[in-house]
């Protein structure tokens, strides 16, 4: 079983920065993709940006661009997401997720394993 735990989660000004971890642990050769998602009240999950482990290439959602950059340190397991000019349309709680195999990145449903999230709130 692969545990993820996610931190760095918070409450910002619109505009405002925060940088999200995840640390995968102890089964990481069952990580080769990891994943941001989030979800807001009311509304569905849905990927953020992820990361191919181990050619280190890197998708967003368009919601993410230029804005947001993930990026891993292998050494330490783990994960990272940078959020930068936060809006309060980014207000949801941010999910880790890690399989292997996955083909879609953004594909929720592809994933089994999962962190129990770390809620990121940005006010006007």
């Known amino acids: 079983q692969v545990q993820l735990v996610e931190s760095g989660g918070g409450s910002v000004q619109a505009g405002g920065s925060l940088k999200l971890s995840c640390v995968a642990s102890?089964?990481?050769?069952?990580?080769?993709?990891m994943a941001w998602f989030r979800q807001a009240a009311g509304k569905e999950r849905e990927g953020v940006a992820g990361i191919y482990r181990h050619t280190n290439s890197t998708y967003y959602a368009d919601s993410a661009k230029v804005r947001f950059t993930i990026s891993q340190d292998n050494a330490k397991n783990t994960m990272y997401l940078q959020m930068n000019s936060l809006q309060p349309e980014d207000t949801a709680m941010y999910y880790c997720a890690a399989d292997n195999g996955v083909y879609t990145w953004s594909n929720r449903h592809a994933y089994k394993y999962w962190g129990q999230g770390t809620q990121v709130t940005v006010s006007s």
């Open positions: 102890p089964y990481t050769y069952r990580t080769n993709v």
